[in-house]
């Protein structure tokens, strides 16, 4: 049987939004979190191949001539859904697990039944990273107990502005990215919930005060919190990952918790923990922290330490790939068996040849058929008050080598306006409370259409 298809954006009653292409069933109790990038060695980027020098032959529907590189397929999730479209979503890393990034579909091998897959006839690609149906949630949790002095606060504030805006104040944030403010002393407090509003998230960092009591520090309160406030989740209609940054100057002294519940608590979840100062406890900090630690002497290291676990935490996103195509297959004559067919993925040039070198599934086409025209919208579906937000309109497997959109909002919509667009895309903001349909047609592709619902709210 076959799933329903699922849409990546609010298409009428469904949610939305897209990151890059990929493959086959795993949960993410699969992903050991536990083993971090080692320090020493940057994150794998591998860029786009290029072209063929006369008499290169093709493979298939992907070339690739460049150098073989380690990289390993981790299959996260796979469907066969009607009326003929496969899709796989997988992240690649290399063979210390560090994260492998800028991979493109010239990158990839993929076969049905050992025979490579056409392009021209299956619409074979990596969706973009910006049309992903992604959400990145980056919680930074703050130390402001008594022993954290306010030269050392301002400190720590300047630097958590650097990781979210550069000195000219545009965003160093992904697109999909959201982030969550959170202080702790005795008790642990929740200053700013998950958010692209960063005029609102800068408002609120500068807000932060210190100590005017003298106060423990309930450290493992604050990583139990701070991992609970998401879930992993690879599902093809939304991608979650999240990670927690903790910054800290001591041990834990309110003992509110043990340190095998902070220990728990980490399991599966990417954490990052910086101790500043003399009096941290290392082994601790360290043990807690499943994708790095890093011990500083001052406070005047966290501007770079935290852009670099940025920067790490970005490329670990965009090692999530997810692939499609309308699979040319159909009905076969004689038994059901008749149609069942396999597919399998790999990287040209992989230097790794074990396991994980390859992603292997399959699928039946006994009812499949041919593939229509369908538009995706891709943004976030909420908004906050004088929130203004990108929205991206994209058309799979229509005729037309180029699209012509209408936007629209219901004229019925009083909660948002919309700013400026281009053909493809649309910048809308969050006006007054409440919710608005926004909608894209592409008129190149017989009036395909699909419709966003937005909900806007007060910070």
Known sequence: MFKKRKYFQLLLSLPALCLVALLASCSSEGIDRQVGPRPDLPTAVLSDSPELAPGTESLGSVINPGPSRFVHLEKLNFEASLPSVISLLFKTTDQYGNAVAGLSTSDFQLLEDGEAVSPTETSLSIVPHEELPFSLKTVIMIDVSSSILPSDLEQIKAAVRSLLIDDSG????????????????????????????????????????????????????????????????????????????????????????????????????????????????????????????????NFEELGNTLLSINNQVKDTANSFYYLHYASPKRRAEGPATASDHRIELSLIKNANTGAGSSIQDSFNSAEFSNVSAEVFITGQSTLELQQTALYRANTRWGPAPTNNYVWTVADENESCVVDAQTNSTVRVTGVAEGSCTLSAEDLSAGGAKAWLYLDIIGD
């Open 170 to 297: 545009n965003s160093t944030l992904l697109p999909q990215q959201q982030i969550a403010l959170y202080t702790f002393n005795d008790t642990v407090v929740k200053l700013k919930d998950f958010s692209t509003n960063l005029p609102s998230i800068i408002s609120t960092i500068d807000q932060i005060l210190p100590a005017i009591a003298i106060t423990p520090t309930n450290l493992y309160g604050a990583i139990i919190e701070g991992t609970s406030q998401w879930s992993d989740s690879f599902d093809l209609s939304q991608i979650t990952q999240g990670n927690l940054i903790v910054i800290t100057d001591g041990a834990d002294t309110a003992a509110r918790h043990t340190y095998q519940e902070a220990l728990a608590s980490t399991k599966a979840k990417s954490v990052y923990t910086l101790g500043v100062g003399d009096e941290i406890a290392s082994d601790v900090l360290e043990s807690l922290a499943t994708s790095g630690y890093y011990p500083l002497t």
